[in-house]
């Protein structure tokens, strides 16, 4: 819709007509930052993160047994598998490295996305406090 003046323009009222305020002015924007959620899902990672350290850990744990015990053939998967990235995937046709191998994956995909959302959370501007529903 216009009104004659091809620099002015009507917008339908309710999100179009919000959208183009807020667009006209970036003193008067209000769009909420969502920090607090923003922040709440970087704990929920970190959360993810730690679980799947231990996770981790305990596989290396397992690892460092079967190197120093008497299964020759498992101290060799084990070592292989703790030292080369072909032997890991190699390796990973049986159970228990087939999972060290998704975790590796789930690795790279959460840390890429965490360190995405950090970014974004440290870069948000304004001090205004979120609105946080009661």
Known sequence: MTNGNKYHREYLAGFAELAAFEASDSESAIFQRFRWL????????????????RRFVACDEYDAKAIH??????GLLARGSATSWDRLVENAKADQYKVRLDMVKDLRSLMKEYRK???QLRTMGGSEPDLIPV
């Open 38 to 53: 923003s922040s709440r899902n970087l704990i929920y990672m970190q959360s993810e993160l730690l679980s799947l350290q």
């Open 69 to 74: 015990g008497d299964d020759i053939e498992e």
């Open 117 to 119: 959302q950090d970014v």
